[in-house]
């Protein structure tokens, strides 16, 4: 190996642990001690010091005064907002889920999977008292939303298999935790073209989803949020017409994308 390969291969390490610290401070908000910092990540203590001081010099870890404790920096929300403006399928689906938001009156989000997770891109608050707060951003596991099991469906079984352990994490007494379960449960999602999280990430709130169609599989879904004490099956009804609608409106929206 020459020279300039040694610091080529040195120059991707760091980038590669600089990511990574990033996305170990993104997934644990608060302040962190390098000793905890060191023990989840694994670098020796030396470098990663000075990684954490160039992060923060740079803005992108933030310290507290006496300098021991770190979390995530402002750079890195200026950074996850431009990935929100400048997307085109967020731009595409502003009005529908507009018009969502208003003939549901109930919480509405867009989100991306992104490995075993879906990420929030957009949401509309409820217009009722009581309701979720969900924030652009949050991450929750893919098996456990209807967000992420209206894409899933979309998968095929053998890359579904791929992509999930069979054993998954359980959110609450109602999540999937095995795999093939989960498994049958998309061939119903696909026949009714609708998933359902059913007290499966949050008790007392239940979810309906639908896949936007302009990739195979896809990648982006629309959900309606409902507290189980406002959800009467009349309600239910008019929230799943809504969905389609909108998965229509999204899928006219996003042709060209």
Known sequence: MTAGDSGGGARVKSAVRTVELLEYFAGRPG???????????????????????????????????PGTRYGIGVR???VGTSYVDGDEV???????????????TETIHLARIDGTNV??????????????????????PVHSTALGKAILATYSDEQVRTLLPETLPSLTGNTATDREKLIAELHRVREQGLAVDHEENTLGLRCFGVAIPY??????????SVPVARLTPAHEQMIKGALF?????????????
């Open 31 to 65: 302040m962190h001690s390098l000793a905890a910092v060191q023990e989840a990540v694994g670098y020796p203590k030396s470098s990663l010091y000075m990684l954490l001081r160039t992060l923060v010099e740079l803005g992108w870890v933030e310290t507290d005064t």
């Open 76 to 78: 890195a929300l200026l």
């Open 90 to 104: 967020v731009a595409a689906a502003r009005p529908t889920l507009d018009r969502l938001s208003d003939d549901t």
């Open 245 to 257: 609608d909108a998965r229509d409106r999204l899928t006219m929206a996003t042709r060209r994308l």
């Open 215 to 224: 990739r195979t599989p896809a990648r982006d879904a629309v959900s309606c």
């Open 119 to 140: 990420v929030y891109l957009a949401t509309r608050q409820s217009q009722h008292h009581l309701r979720p707060f969900t924030r652009v951003g949050r991450r929750l």
